[in-house]
């Protein structure tokens, strides 16, 4: 069983940055790929960031390429999403998901990942 607790969210203006953590137990982050996903009211939950297992794999969207950052600290179980320039169209709430599938590779797709977090609230002011 693994458990993930995403903190960091907040209120910010357009323009600023943020960094959320995604803090596991039960399972090292370096044996989970690990995604990260927002959803926006009224919206569907879309892939923002994620990472393979071996951490040499990272994928961004197009809307997130250049201004979100993915960064895992093994010691410390944790996987970081460091999000700058933000604009009002990033509000969302924040979660990060693992996925335990045997693969070396970024999971894209939603239905890849097993556990997710409760997540975190982003706003953006304009």
């Known amino acids: 069983q693994v458990q993930l607790v995403e903190s960091g969210g907040g209120l910010v203006q357009a323009g600023g940055s943020l960094r959320l953590s995604c803090a596991a137990s039960?399972?090292?982050?370096?044996?989970?790929?690990v995604g990260w996903f927002r959803q926006a009211p009224g919206k569907g939950r879309e892939l923002v960031a994620a990472?393979?297992?071996?951490?040499?794999?990272?994928y961004y969207p197009t809307s997130a390429k250049g201004r979100f950052t993915l960064a895992r600290d093994n010691a410390k179980n944790t996987v970081y999403l460091q999000m700058n320039s933000l604009t009002p169209e990033d509000t969302a709430v924040y979660y990060c998901?693992?996925?335990?599938?045997?693969?070396?590779?970024?999971?894209?797709?939603?239905?890849?990942?097993?556990?997710w977090g409760q997540g975190t609230q982003v706003t953006v002011s304009s």
């Open positions: 998901a693992a996925s335990t599938l045997p693969s070396t590779l970024a999971r894209t797709s939603r239905s890849s990942y097993d556990y």
């Open positions: 990472i393979g297992r071996s951490g040499g794999n990272i």
């Open positions: 039960g399972r090292t982050v370096s044996t989970l790929a």
